[in-house]
């Protein structure tokens, strides 16, 4: 009989879409940090310093990286919709799960339309090279966004507001990162580059300081969905 109260118990929680949702935003930035960082390590050509994470789609083994967009898309998908569940009402509650649902669809579209070198001038641009690149603006652009307009939430929010300081650093590097990405590239191509070289390290610290913050926001909200079943 313990056993299948310990069943019941467990569906009961599944059945959450809060929990689900927490789930798949915990597992998606783990897997989609994991999956580049070892990508990057086992392909001696590949420079995570000067190259992007999107470079790793390019080649025979960019499956990989294309297959990791999709996946880690879906999941955040996942995210959104247990974040929607969570906030009902108040601030955030609309504009905080659409942005994080467009970021998670700018993931998987973004997948298959294989980016072209870093190093590949806009007017030789391949058609799918830049589709990628608009939705790399539009995700980097609203990870940022999305991190403001939950920290506007989590300032008000009792339940939430031991994550607030960590929702406006967050926001505040990954929106440092995107302006110091945006003039890298524009000069990127000038002699005289101070960013030549790091063009990757500073995506990688807009990227993963916004899966940082998807996956304690997913464990926030795992302890939160748990604790209202007490």
Same mark, same amino acid.
């Given at each position: 009989?313990?056993?299948?109260?310990?069943?019941?118990?467990?569906?009961?929680?599944?059945?959450?879409?809060?929990?689900?949702?927490?789930?798949?935003?915990?597992?998606?930035?783990?897997?989609?940090?994991?999956?580049?960082?070892?990508?990057?390590?086992?392909?001696?050509?590949?420079?995570?310093?000067?190259?992007?994470?999107?470079?790793?789609?390019?080649?025979?083994?960019?499956?990989?990286?294309?297959?990791?967009?999709?996946?880690?898309?879906?999941?955040?998908?996942?995210?959104?919709?247990?974040?929607?569940?969570?906030?009902? !009402?108040?601030? &955030?509650?609309?504009?905080?799960? +659409?942005? %994080?649902? /467009?970021? @998670?669809?700018? =993931?998987?579209?973004?997948?298959?339309?294989?980016?072209?070198?870093?190093?590949?001038?806009?007017?030789?641009?391949?058609?799918?090279?830049?589709?990628?690149?608009?939705?790399?603006?539009?995700?980097?652009?609203?990870?940022?966004?999305?991190?403001?307009?939950?920290?506007?939430?989590?300032?008000?929010?009792?339940?939430?507001?031991?994550?607030?300081?960590?929702?406006?650093?967050?926001?505040?590097?990954?929106?440092?990162?995107?302006?110091?990405?945006?003039?890298?590239?524009?000069?990127?191509?000038?002699?005289?580059?101070?960013?030549?070289?790091?063009?990757?390290?500073? !995506?990688?610290? &807009?990227?993963?300081?916004?899966? +940082?913050? %998807?996956? /304690?926001? @997913?464990?926030? =909200?795992?302890?939160?969905?748990?604790?209202?079943?007490?």
């Amino acid at each position: 009989m313990k056993f299948y109260n310990l069943i019941e118990k467990s569906i009961t929680i599944l059945k959450d879409r809060r929990i689900l949702g927490a789930w798949g935003g915990m597992i998606g930035s783990i897997l989609f940090v994991g999956i580049f960082t070892l990508e990057g390590f086992l392909r001696p050509e590949y420079n995570p310093f000067s190259m992007f994470v999107s470079e790793l789609s390019i080649g025979p083994r960019g499956w990989v990286q294309i297959l990791n967009f999709i996946i880690t898309g879906i999941l955040l998908l996942i995210f959104a919709l247990g974040i929607k569940t969570e906030f009902r !009402q108040g601030k &955030a509650s609309k504009a905080g799960p +659409i942005l %994080l649902l /467009i970021c @998670a669809t700018c =993931l998987i579209v973004s997948g298959p339309f294989v980016m072209d070198p870093l190093s590949t001038p806009p007017d030789q641009m391949s058609w799918h090279g830049i589709i990628h690149n608009i939705l790399g603006a539009i995700f980097f652009s609203l990870s940022a966004v999305s991190c403001f307009v939950f920290f506007r939430r989590f300032r008000d929010d009792p339940k939430w507001q031991s994550l607030k300081w960590w929702t406006l650093m967050a926001g505040t590097t990954i929106l440092i990162a995107i302006i110091l990405l945006a003039i890298g590239q524009k000069l990127q191509f000038e002699v005289m580059n101070i960013f030549s070289g790091w063009l990757g390290l500073i !995506q990688r610290i &807009a990227l993963i300081t916004f899966m +940082i913050w %998807l996956f /304690i926001f @997913a464990l926030k =909200l795992k302890k939160i969905s748990l604790s209202d079943k007490n």
